[in-house]
Nanobody, 119 residues
Framework: QVQLVESGGGLVQAGGSLRLSCAAS????????MGWYRQAPGKQRELVAT???????NYADSVKGRFTISRNNAKNTVYLQMNSLKPEDTAVYYC?????????????WGQGTQVTVSS
């Protein structure tokens, strides 16, 4: 079982920056893909960015060029550097991962951290 704890959310002005962190802990063999999702009020949860254990990344079109996902495998931590924030980035951001426990692949979700961007 993997527990994910997000941190770094908050309130910023448009054009500002935030850095989200997500630390994984628990019993697992290996964490493979990690990513960030977000859900705005009245909207579906959407994928923001993903990163593989090897460092390959993918981003939603809406955040390309502004957000950067990275990870520290030794610390089992994934980060999301968010620059040039826009009011439409306001959402609860959730950390997600795929992991194995010497067998099948499982998924885990964090509790979410609020990001609010004022205009």
């Amino acid at each position: 079982q993997v527990q994910l704890v997000e941190s770094g959310g908050g309130l910023v002005q448009a054009g500002g920056s935030l850095r989200l962190s997500c630390a994984a802990s628990g019993s697992f063999f290996s964490i493979y893909d990690m990513g960030w999702y977000r859900q705005a009020p009245g909207k579906q949860r959407e994928l923001v960015a993903t990163i593989t254990s090897g460092g390959s990344t993918n981003y939603a079109d809406s955040v390309k060029g502004r957000f950067t996902i990275s990870r520290n495998n030794a610390k089992n931590t994934v980060y999301l550097q968010m620059n040039s924030l826009k009011p439409e980035d306001t959402a609860v951001y959730y950390c997600h991962c795929h992991y194995t426990t010497y067998g099948p692949t499982f998924t885990s979700w964090g509790q979410g951290t609020q990001v609010t961007v004022s205009s």
